[in-house]
């Protein structure tokens, strides 16, 4: 067993440890459906993964590549519509259950993502799919994951459009705004894991990679982020890997080339 | 309407007939499931343009329209086409080059939007979008707002809960109804009346189909309506929401059908190739959509082998090991 591994295996597998047994996991497509098949292959056979599209607890014995593929509708519990879908988000009895796996062109220090636009939103250097389902998780369930290239561009002081609510501006301005608690909660990059802090909503660096410093973290983050309590990741064990390589994407459809 | 009244046309007549320069229209499906590919390659091929486009989710169909040039105006959640182009790219170039107009929505929005239609309401309550762009950036000028009839004065309304805090919220986003001209869906089964059977997710076409005005519905089968009868909760949408009904095997190519077919992963790639640059759309319109007369004689251009490669297995529904890089 090759125990190096890439900057995707550890970021699937950092996410798929935020899953716990009995959670709906709210999947996208790529990396954050791996991480949510990873998880229910290691550490939690009895969490759920669910689609926006209506496909509740779907077999997956091929990767889907969106959330509209076939692949998702074959031996669901149910096929039902997109209203049923967020629905069972916005509802609280099932919504609470529920974890999200987003991504975005850009974070803020407060966890709000971007998903619409870089530049001017009338005129956009690029424009990006929109929200989708993004804004409507973000909005309705406690816990997200956002899975995140850490680049300077992309951990910004400004973002330049709020297509889903995280902390807003912090500091209690998400429920001052009308919104439940939650959002995104935790941010898997390839640098490290980061987490916000419950007063002032504030991301702080919680875990760096073996091979990271917190600096090399902050280097590439435009915003302050406390550091003083960061701790070394426990690096992916044999188990996560072989079942991550050999069960959920043998192909590396996903995983890309190995290391 | 008669209860026996057989809606059955070419699709070239139901095209013409219903979808009308500077229309309002949706499509059904999902990104790269289930869109109406022959109705959307009819309608460009018939030159209709202005249309008005509301989408959740859209894909395939949504790319094919605004590269024609068929779209003015749009409102949306999620412009995307799975691996091939995970943000379409005509839709992407058309809003950089300030070509068409936009709004931006949540999916949720835009299906409590097409299900407010459907329930003759004007407008629905959601908790999402509080404290975000998609409430307080609008992209529709307001001078069109307020003189176009058809489109509402406000894109979405934050407002208190009448209720005081009951169900734990203060405010809600209401968004409006929509009720478009014409909504187009193509469905695995559909009698001539016009009653339906979708197998597999429904998205949120039944939300979109009785929101509408007119609506087509293109069939991979035409079933007799004793099939449909026999089994009725097995139908999503019965007859009287149906103008039209046209039977289009393969109607949803290149995107995928459920039980009948998948997804052609070689031919998206080859649209998403075309579509970077606009002479290359250009070229691969002429070729693909301009170049062949009707529906039938473009599956006869992509072949047999390319159609039987997508097959779907009768047990999960999808093509089995299909080639998907």
Same mark, same amino acid.
């Given at each position: 067993?090759?125990?190096?591994?890439?900057?995707?295996?550890?970021?699937?597998?950092?996410?798929?440890?935020?899953?716990?047994?009995?959670?709906?996991?709210?999947?996208?497509?790529?990396?954050?459906?791996?991480?949510?098949?990873?998880?229910?292959?290691?550490?939690?056979?009895?969490?759920?993964?669910?689609?926006?599209?209506?496909?509740?607890?779907?077999?997956?014995?091929?990767?889907?590549?969106?959330?509209?593929?076939?692949?998702?509708?074959?031996?669901?519990?149910?096929?039902?519509?997109?209203?049923?879908?967020?629905?069972?988000?916005?509802?609280?009895?099932?919504?609470? &259950?529920?974890?999200?796996?987003?991504?975005?062109?850009?974070?803020?220090?407060?966890?709000?993502?971007?998903?619409?636009?870089?530049?001017?939103?009338?005129?956009?250097?690029?424009?990006?799919?929109?929200?989708?389902?993004?804004?409507?998780?973000?909005?309705?369930?406690?816990?997200?994951?956002?899975?995140?290239?850490?680049?300077? &561009?992309?951990?910004?002081?400004?973002?330049?459009?709020?297509?889903?609510?995280?902390?807003?501006?912090?500091?209690?301005?998400?429920?001052?705004?009308?919104?439940?608690?939650?959002?995104?909660?935790?941010?898997?990059?390839?640098?490290?894991?980061?987490?916000?802090?419950?007063?002032?909503?504030?991301?702080?660096?919680?875990?760096?990679?073996?091979?990271?410093?917190?600096?090399?973290?902050?280097?590439?983050?435009?915003?302050?982020?406390?550091?003083?309590?960061?701790?070394?990741?426990?690096?992916?064990?044999?188990?996560?890997? &072989?079942?991550?390589?050999?069960?959920?994407?043998?192909?590396?459809?996903?995983?890309?080339?190995?290391? | 309407?008669?209860?026996?009244?057989?809606?059955?046309?070419?699709?070239?007549?139901?095209?013409?007939?219903?979808? $009308? $320069?500077?229309?309002?229209?949706?499509?059904?499906?999902?990104?790269?499931?289930?869109?109406?590919?022959?109705?959307?390659?009819? +309608?460009?091929?018939?030159?209709?343009? =202005?249309?008005?486009?509301?989408?959740?989710?859209?894909?395939?169909?949504?790319?094919?329209? +605004?590269? *024609?040039?068929?779209?003015?105006?749009?409102? +949306?959640?999620?412009?995307?086409?799975?691996?091939?182009?995970?943000?379409?790219?005509?839709?992407?170039?058309?809003?950089?080059?300030?070509?068409?107009?936009?709004? =931006?929505?949540?999916?949720?929005?835009?299906?409590?939007?097409?299900?407010?239609? *459907?329930?003759?309401?004007?407008?629905?309550?959601?908790?999402?979008?509080?404290?975000?762009?998609?409430?307080?950036?609008?992209?529709?000028?307001?001078?069109?707002?307020?003189?176009?009839?058809?489109?509402?004065?406000?894109?979405?309304?934050?407002?208190?809960?009448?209720?005081?805090?009951?169900?734990? *919220?203060?405010?809600?986003?209401?968004?409006?109804?929509?009720?478009?001209?014409?909504?187009? +869906?193509?469905?695995?089964?559909?009698?001539?009346?016009?009653?339906?059977?979708?197998?597999?997710? #429904?998205?949120?076409?039944?939300?979109?189909?009785?929101?509408?005005?007119?609506?087509?519905?293109?069939?991979?089968?035409?079933?007799?309506?004793?099939?449909?009868?026999?089994?009725?909760?097995?139908?999503?949408?019965?007859?009287?929401?149906?103008?039209?009904?046209?039977?289009?095997?393969?109607?949803?190519?290149?995107?995928?059908?459920?039980?009948?077919? =998948?997804?052609?992963?070689?031919?998206? $790639?080859?649209?998403? #190739? #075309?579509?970077?640059?606009? =002479? #290359?759309?250009? *070229?691969?319109?002429?070729?693909?959509?301009?170049?062949?007369?009707?529906?039938?004689?473009?599956?006869?251009?992509?072949?047999?082998?390319?159609?039987?490669?997508?097959?779907?297995?009768?047990?999960?529904?999808?093509?089995?090991?299909?080639?998907?890089?």
């Amino acid at each position: 067993m090759d125990m190096s591994y890439t900057p995707k295996e550890i970021m699937t597998i950092m996410a798929a440890r935020e899953i716990k047994n009995g959670d709906i996991v709210f999947s996208g497509t790529g990396i954050s459906m791996l991480a949510a098949m990873a998880a229910k292959k290691i550490n939690a056979p009895d969490s759920v993964i669910f689609f926006e599209t209506g496909a509740m607890d779907s077999l997956l014995e091929e990767i889907p590549f969106a959330v509209a593929d076939p692949r998702i509708m074959y031996w669901a519990a149910a096929n039902s519509s997109l209203t049923d879908a967020f629905a069972t988000m916005q509802n609280r009895i099932t919504g609470d &259950r529920v974890i999200a796996i987003l991504g975005a062109a850009q974070i803020d220090m407060y966890g709000n993502l971007n998903t619409t636009c870089i530049g001017d939103y009338f005129s956009p250097d690029i424009r990006f799919s929109g929200s989708g389902g993004g804004c409507d998780v973000a909005s309705f369930v406690p816990r997200c994951i956002a899975f995140m290239q850490h680049e300077k &561009r992309k951990f910004v002081n400004q973002l330049d459009y709020l297509t889903s609510p995280g902390q807003l501006s912090g500091n209690g301005s998400r429920e001052a705004a009308g919104l439940r608690s939650g959002g995104v909660s935790v941010v898997v990059t390839n640098l490290g894991v980061m987490r916000f802090d419950p007063d002032t909503g504030k991301m702080y660096l919680d875990q760096y990679y073996p091979g990271t410093t917190p600096g090399m973290i902050l280097e590439n983050t435009q915003f302050h982020m406390d550091v003083s309590q960061a701790v070394q990741a426990l690096p992916p064990t044999e188990k996560e890997l &072989r079942i991550l390589r050999e069960n959920c994407d043998p192909q590396r459809l996903i995983l890309g080339p190995a290391g | 309407m008669d209860n026996d009244t057989d809606k059955t046309m070419p699709l070239q007549e139901a095209v013409s007939r219903y979808v $009308k $320069k500077g229309a309002h229209i949706s499509i059904g499906g999902f990104t790269l499931n289930r869109n109406p590919m022959a109705a959307v390659y009819e +309608i460009i091929r018939q030159k209709i343009t =202005d249309l008005h486009l509301y989408a959740h989710s859209n894909g395939t169909g949504l790319d094919e329209l +605004i590269g *024609a040039g068929c779209i003015s105006k749009l409102e +949306i959640a999620y412009g995307g086409n799975g691996k091939a182009a995970p943000t379409c790219i005509r839709f992407a170039k058309a809003i950089q080059n300030n070509d068409i107009l936009f709004e =931006d929505y949540s999916n949720y929005m835009m299906s409590l939007r097409f299900m407010a239609g *459907a329930m003759g309401v004007p407008f629905l309550p959601t908790l999402s979008g509080l404290g975000s762009d998609i409430v307080s950036t609008w992209g529709f000028p307001e001078s069109l707002r307020r003189s176009d009839p058809k489109i509402v004065d406000r894109k979405l309304a934050v407002v208190d809960n009448p209720f005081g805090n009951w169900g734990g *919220a203060k405010k809600v986003v209401a968004v409006p109804a929509i009720t478009p001209d014409v909504t187009i +869906i193509h469905v695995q089964k559909a009698d001539a009346m016009g009653t339906c059977s979708i197998k597999g997710l #429904a998205f949120a076409d039944v939300e979109q189909v009785k929101a509408s005005r007119h609506v087509i519905v293109t069939c991979e089968n035409l079933v007799e309506k004793a099939e449909l009868r026999k089994n009725p909760d097995m139908n999503q949408i019965p007859f009287i929401h149906v103008t039209a009904v046209c039977h289009v095997p393969f109607g949803g190519y290149p995107t995928a059908v459920y039980g009948h077919y =998948d997804y052609d992963s070689q031919y998206l $790639k080859k649209f998403a #190739a #075309a579509a970077k640059d606009k =002479d #290359a759309f250009k *070229a691969y319109q002429d070729a693909w959509v301009y170049g062949v007369n009707s529906h039938e004689q473009f599956l006869q251009q992509v072949g047999k082998e390319s159609l039987a490669a997508i097959a779907a297995d009768p047990e999960t529904g999808y093509s089995v090991n299909m080639k998907r890089d």
